[in-house]
């Protein structure tokens, strides 16, 4: 008997001891590619794209942290219509955001996680601008940008204890109110459009920890 309790203790510590390091506070990076399906269109017929999706986190606990990113896809939409033919072009999405997570449920090896917070939005693609003045059509960068949120759910599958598979799903919400051609700024005819849409994806996460000096 004494000899079972001698050796299962150490094991039960040495359990604990590895248990805990992981779960410390410490750096985390996630990165992977993601589908992009807008809700509503900045530009006209405007498709669901394909991109990326990396950010950079620091969890406080074990089942709480903070993270920085950044989202770009790449949309279709049509440029123009010509005697019947359709000419399409493409629009550049990008989304700076700061973002809140928590992992309220953990099952065996797969945390699941929210995250939710503000975000800035901006979209850009060619557009035709006819002059008032003289009648002429130029073709100059058309661009939409502004604040809203984002908010999403992430099914996370360690592989080993720092390195994860994540599914990713993530509503984007946002109220463009700038509107600006070749960078300026500029008078919107109308209300400005919305640029809300739905992104999914597979990234891989890697959990840093604390650097050791």
């Known amino acids: 008997m004494g000899k079972r309790v001698f050796i ?7 359990c604990y001891v590895v248990d805990n390091a992981f779960a410390q506070p410490g750096f985390s990076i996630q990165a992977g590619l993601l589908y992009d399906k807008p809700r509503q269109e900045a530009f006209q017929k405007m498709e669901a794209g394909i991109g990326y999706v990396g ?12 993270e920085l990113g950044v989202m770009h896809s790449t949309h279709s939409y049509i440029f123009v219509i010509e005697q019947g033919a359709v000419r399409e072009r493409d629009a550049e999405s990008n989304t700076l955001f700061f973002k809140a997570r928590a992992i309220p449920f953990r099952i065996g090896k797969t945390d699941i ?8 939005f901006d979209i850009s693609g060619p557009r035709r601008i ?13 661009g939409y940008s502004g604040w809203g949120g984002v908010a999403n759910l992430d099914l996370r599958f360690f592989v080993t204890k ?9 509503a984007n919400y946002v109220r463009y109110n ?4 070749n960078s300026l700024d500029t008078d919107y005819p109308g209300g400005l ?4 849409s739905l992104s999914w994806g597979l990234t891989v996460f890697h959990r840093i920890g604390m650097p050791k000096f």
């Open 113 to 120: 996680v929210f995250a939710a917070g503000p975000a800035f």
């Open 8 to 14: 299962c203790f150490p094991a039960l510590l040495l």
């Open 178 to 181: 700038k509107y600006s051609i």
């Open 130 to 142: 006819v002059d008032s003045s003289s009648g002429n059509i130029y073709e100059m960068e058309a």
């Open 55 to 66: 950010n950079f986190g620091f969890d406080f606990s074990e089942r709480a942290g903070v």
């Open 162 to 170: 720092g390195l994860a598979l994540t599914l990713y799903l993530s």
């Open 193 to 196: 459009p919305r640029g809300d």
